[in-house]
């Protein structure tokens, strides 16, 4: 069975999600989350799911005990869901090809530093975008730049708020990134 290890720093829909999809199936499952926010709703949400969750400091991110906790769980894929920090080179050297990354705008526009949720969103409208979408892509050294896997976009209407644009987003996200994790795992899809 495939193993996939998340990070997340919020909520945790997107993780809630991949767990849900992968549940049904008996190829690949969640083994661990991993956070940096001891108060991120991840945390409550994948409890029902009996998954392990590590909740770390950013300076432990960096350490190479940390290095080792990851390894334990022998993580066919890295799934960024929603973390916030840049990612440590020493992990992805680790998985080469192996980490991956959700963003909700078409990259290249929109990527970088603090370009994360309502501050992609609010950007795309003010710069009366006529499309958005997510971009799913590996993880380098730098924030927003490893290679584009997949991306979807949908119109971007002249009376759209901030929120309509971050709506749309979410249905991407939750119809999309199971897929593609599924399709970079060479699961059968359902």
Do not use: C, W
Not at 8 to 16: D, I, L, R, T
Not at 38 to 64: D, M, T, W
Not at 91 to 111: F, Q, S, W
């Amino acid at each position: 069975m495939r193993k996939i290890v998340i990070f997340a720093s919020g909520s945790g829909s997107n993780a809630e999600n991949i767990i849900k999809y992968f549940n049904i199936n008996d190829e690949a499952t969640v083994v661990g989350v991993f956070t940096n926010n001891p108060n991120a709703g991840v945390i409550e949400r994948v409890k029902k799911y009996n998954i392990q969750v590590e909740v770390f400091s950013k300076s432990q991110l960096f350490e190479s005990e940390f290095l080792q906790k990851i390894a334990l769980l022998q993580p066919d894929l890295i799934v960024l869901a929603g973390f916030l920090l840049k990612f440590p080179e020493n992990i992805i050297a680790d998985y080469p090809n192996r980490v991956v990354n959700i963003h909700p705008a078409l990259l290249p526009k929109y990527g970088g530093k603090g370009m994360y949720g309502m501050n992609v969103h609010r950007a795309v409208v003010e710069n009366k975008e006529k499309e958005s979408g997510i971009t799913i892509h590996y993880v380098n050294e730098n924030y927003d730049e490893g290679g584009v896997i997949f991306q979807k976009s949908f119109q971007v209407a002249g009376d759209d708020s901030a929120e309509d644009v971050a709506t749309k987003i979410h249905e991407l996200e939750f119809k999309y990134f199971p897929e593609v994790i599924a399709g970079l795992l060479e699961l059968k899809t359902k």
